[in-house]
């Protein structure tokens, strides 16, 4: 898990963060150093954690957390392209989007591969497109 975050743009530090909510074992590592080493750039330029649950009627709800990332540190302006979302957020965030459509979040997760809590366990943005029958 940690090695697939730190491929998609993670820090090792925001990483071993998003892992703790996954691994039992998550717990039992610290940084020592410098843990906002990164190693790949995601596409965005930000780490995102996308946590969705359905509102019912083939609607989702999504809470995206935004992490500061290599040069997009804290304090950075960051804008969501879901949805109705159309401000601009400073970094570190939640950003809360209710009621999207299947459609609306497959073109979200098309942008790029992210790290995706549906009921409380881990996939990522292709696996969740490919079991939604959305490509």
């Not at 996308?50 to 935004?66: A, K, P, Y």
């Not at 992490?67 to 809360?96: D, R």
Request: aromatic share 8%.
């Amino acid at each position: 898990i940690i090695a697939r975050l730190m491929n998609s743009g993670f820090n090792l530090r925001t990483a071993l963060h998003v892992a703790k909510r996954e691994l039992i074992t998550g717990h039992q590592y610290i940084v020592v150093g410098d843990g906002g080493t990164t190693i790949c750039q995601s596409r965005s330029g930000v780490a995102l954690v996308l946590n969705m649950s359905e509102s019912g009627d083939g609607m989702w709800d999504i809470t995206t957390e935004i992490y500061p990332n290599g040069t997009y540190g804290a304090g950075s302006m960051s804008s969501l392209n879901l949805g109705p979302v159309e401000q601009n957020y400073y970094i570190p965030t939640n950003i809360t989007t209710a009621e999207l459509t299947i459609d609306e979040i497959s073109k979200f997760l098309q942008l790029e591969t992210v790290p995706v809590f549906s009921d409380t366990s881990l996939t990522w943005s292709d696996e969740f497109l490919s079991s939604t029958d959305q490509e």
